[in-house]
């Protein structure tokens, strides 16, 4: 399994941005495709963004495309969202992901961060 850490969540006002950060260790970082799910208080894990093992491919839940953008660095060993014209309803906990299978469920994805909480106030 790999590792993982996230970074960068805080307290935002409506329309701001905020980047999130992912740092992995253990395994082989790129033989791992990544992503980016959220839950907020009462609903269930919501699939925000996934990027292929080079980066080349990339997919957003609905709600997010046009405003997030996810990228990796397999020589860093990390994997960052950026999100942009941040609204309320994208208040939750982030959660980074790594997973070999092809999906973008939970499921595909085996190992998990602890989560970094991203507020964002009206």
């Known amino acids: 399994q790999v590792q993982l850490v996230e970074s960068g969540g805080g307290l935002v006002q409506a329309g701001g941005s905020l980047r999130l950060s992912c740092a992995a260790s253990g395994r082989t970082f790129s033989n791992y495709r990544m992503g980016w799910f959220r839950q907020a208080p009462g609903k269930e894990r919501e699939f925000v963004a996934a990027?292929?093992?080079?980066?080349?491919?990339?997919y957003y839940g609905d709600s997010m495309s046009g405003r997030f953008t996810i990228s990796r660095d397999n020589a860093k060993r990390t994997v960052d969202l950026q999100m942009n014209s941040l609204k309320p309803e994208d208040t939750a906990v982030y959660y980074c992901a790594a997973g070999v299978l092809v999906g973008t469920s939970a499921a595909s994805f085996g190992s998990w961060g602890q989560g970094t909480q991203v507020t964002v106030s009206s």
């Open positions: 990027i292929s093992r080079n980066g080349a491919g990339t």
